[in-house]
């Protein structure tokens, strides 16, 4: 997914697109991270890509390694 999301998007579009049966890595409950879960799953160990590899891709949805964008946050 390579699409970008002004913030209000990504609640009617896109976490809505994840959401729809059969949903995304098979789970239909997916939300935007508020900022005390945003802090669990960003690893401050890492620079470019600061996500930890329990978010790699491995549901066959074509991204590579990560569908988080290697950018800064």
Same mark, same amino acid.
């Given at each position: 997914?390579?699409?970008? *999301? /002004? *913030?209000?998007?990504?609640?009617? !579009? /896109? !976490?809505?697109?994840?959401? !729809?049966? #059969? ?23 890492? /620079?470019?890509?600061?996500? #930890?590899?329990? /978010? ?7 991204? #590579?390694?990560?569908?988080?964008? #290697?950018?800064? *946050?």
């Amino acid at each position: 997914m390579t699409d970008t *999301y /002004f *913030y209000d998007e990504a609640f009617t !579009i /896109f !976490i809505a697109a994840l959401n !729809i049966p #059969s949903c995304f890595a098979g789970h239909c409950d997916w939300q935007l991270p508020d900022l005390k879960e945003l802090h669990g799953i960003v690893n401050c160990q890492r /620079f470019a890509l600061s996500v #930890s590899a329990a /978010f790699n891709d491995d549901t066959g949805s074509g991204c #590579s390694t990560s569908c988080t964008a #290697s950018i800064d *946050y």
